[in-house]
Nanobody, 123 residues
Framework: VQLQASGGGLVQPGGSLRLSCAAA????????MGWWRQAPGKEREFVGT????????YYASTVLHRFIISRDIAKNSMYLQMNNLKTEDSAVYYC?????????????????WGRGTQVTVSS
């Protein structure tokens, strides 16, 4: 499975941005697709996950009610709608795919990772 995140950029605080993740390859065994982020000098942080076979979502408390994850199975794509962005949301955002249906907030759960896309929130 190959993943590619896109859609990053520079946005002002309070603004919105939509990231996309395009998946290619055999997704038959994929159970969940997640977003992660990593800011300079910090560890990679869980953002949220969507079930690939079951349309359920799970978010980190830091982004709950601001970020929305969706997917389009027909297009093998996942999206991250980010609203009311804060400076602390600045990071490289990665999409990842898991063959497990639990522990989606743990990095080791994800077998496939894409290259990240930079999101910078600044005035």
């Amino acid at each position: 499975v190959q993943l590619q995140a896109s859609g990053g950029g520079l946005v002002q605080p309070g603004g919105s941005l939509r990231l996309s993740c395009a998946a290619a390859g055999n997704l038959f065994d994929i159970k969940g697709m997640g977003w992660w982020r990593q800011a300079p000098g910090k560890e990679r942080e869980f953002v949220g996950t969507i079930g690939w076979k079951i349309d359920s979502t799970y978010y980190a408390s830091t982004v709950l009610h601001r970020f929305i994850i969706s997917r389009d199975i027909a297009k093998n794509s996942m999206y991250l709608q980010m609203n009311n962005l804060k400076t602390e949301d600045s990071a490289v955002y990665y999409c990842a795919a898991s063959e497990h249906d639990t522990d989606w907030n743990k990095q080791m759960t994800y077998k496939f990772w894409g290259r990240g896309t930079q999101v910078t929130v600044s005035s």
